[in-house]
Structure formats: structure tokens, C-alpha cells
């Protein structure tokens, strides 16, 4: 089957602390593999894809296909990091799977 | 020109009442998505279109539920006789392409359906 899961409801850190969400994957295929965020009275939108390589607000996400994980980090966590973070699998048939998502809380 | 519009912003119903949900894509997005959003869930599939293509309904959790698109546009999300479980906030995204060719979704800013 299918499947996203990210295992944290919620994750709690400190200004300057590095943070890192979980997210796992289930997939028999070449995985495409994305976060999506959402900051609070904004829409869902693309934070990052696996395939750029690329580090978009100081976050990164490596694809780790023997653990099958895709976890976001960062090294230094801000205040305006708060939000809902999605992970997100595209197999391949059109539609995008998303996780249960986390919420991050960035204390000051 | 705008993004992803949904209409409406809220709504309140009473159970065993028809509710309609409407998005507008982005203009020249060929694929179009429904998700449901609820505490607990996450992001739940419901429905995809893409161009002249059958819809994958795989998503859709009861034949109370149901979806069409327009003329490759605007596309309504349908649910009849809510029942208090429908609700949640519901997503509507439009892309370019399909999410297996690594596209970005642009989401709306959804319609938050309350069952009393």
C-alpha cells in the first residue's frame, strides 16, 4: 500500500534549536517525494520537492530509500518556522498522498 | 491572475441536508483535486481530474459523496444527506500537470463545512 506517515503530532522546540520532522514512506516504486506547509490564515503550499535538491528557507529534506524517509531539517529553528508541515508521496498515478502532518511550535 | 478559489468560505448545514462545494483553478491547470482536511486525519484524497480524462474517485469515502467538472474548469464537490462526520475543511488544488510528474499543487484556501 501506499502510504505517508509522519509519526509527530506535534514538535515543540526554541528558537535556535535545529529541528527535524519525520516523515515515512511506503512505496514499491521510484518514490517522488515533497513538503507542503502551511502557516496559520495561509493557504497550503510547497515548501520543497526531493528532485531539486534544493534548500528553500534553510530547510532541507533528504530522500533515504533504505530507511525509506524523507525528514525535514533545519539547523537553527525561527519563529516564523511555525506551522503545519506535510510530507507528500507522488506514485506515479496522478494523485498526491499526503501525511497526517506535524505541527511545529517554535518557542522564543 | 487569482489563485485557487473556493466558495463557500464556510458553511453551516444541518444533518441529512445536500451541501455543494465549488472551486475555480487556476486558468490553463488541466488537473484538478479535492481533499478533505480534518484534526486527526491530515489530508485525505477524495477526488483528481485531469483533462478529458475519467476522474480517479478512488478517494470518495461513501456514495453520498460526489464530484464533477465543467468544462475542464470550475469543478463542484457534492455531498448529500451530511451526516456530522462530513465535517472538516475541504481543499481544492489545481496543477499544471499530473503530481507524478513531480508538479506543484496550488491549493485553495478551502471551505470549512460544519454538520450540526
Known amino acids: 500500500a501506499q502510504r505517508v506517515t509522519q509519526p509527530e503530532k506535534l514538535l515543540s522546540v526554541f528558537k535556535g534549536a535545529p529541528v527535524e520532522l519525520k516523515c515515512n514512506y511506503s512505496?514499491?516504486?521510484?518514490?517522488?517525494l515533497f513538503w507542503y506547509v502551511q502557516y496559520s490564515r495561509q493557504r497550503l503550499q510547497l515548501l520543497l520537492r526531493?528532485?531539486s535538491r534544493e534548500s528553500i528557507k534553510g530547510f532541507t529534506a533528504d530522500l533515504n530509500k533504505g530507511e525509506t524517509s524523507f525528514h525535514l531539517k533545519k539547523p537553527f529553528a525561527q519563529e516564523e518556522d511555525s506551522a503545519m508541515y506535510y510530507c507528500a508521496l507522488a506514485p506515479n498515478t496522478g494523485k498526491l498522498i499526503f501525511g497526517q502532518g506535524t505541527t511545529l511550535q517554535v518557542k522564543p | 491572475g487569482a489563485g485557487v478559489s473556493q466558495s463557500p468560505s464556510n458553511k453551516v448545514t444541518e444533518k441529512g441536508k445536500d451541501v455543494e462545494l465549488r472551486c475555480d483553478p487556476i486558468s490553463g491547470h488541466t488537473a484538478l483535486y479535492w481533499y478533505r482536511q480534518s484534526l486527526g486525519q491530515g489530508l485525505e484524497f477524495l477526488i483528481y481530474?485531469?483533462?478529458?480524462?475519467?476522474?480517479?474517485k478512488s478517494g470518495l469515502p461513501s456514495d453520498r459523496f460526489s464530484a464533477e467538472r465543467t468544462g475542464g474548469s470550475v469543478s463542484t464537490l457534492t455531498i448529500q444527506r451530511t451526516q456530522q462526520e462530513d465535517s472538516a475543511v475541504y481543499l481544492c488544488?489545481?496543477?499544471?500537470?499530473?503530481?507524478?510528474?513531480?508538479?506543484?499543487?496550488?491549493f485553495g484556501e478551502g471551505s470549512r463545512l460544519t454538520v450540526l
Open positions: 481530474f485531469q483533462g478529458n480524462s475519467a476522474p480517479d
Open positions: 526531493h528532485i
Open positions: 488544488a489545481s496543477s499544471l500537470r499530473l503530481a507524478g510528474d513531480a508538479g506543484e499543487l496550488f
Open positions: 512505496y514499491s516504486g521510484s518514490p517522488e
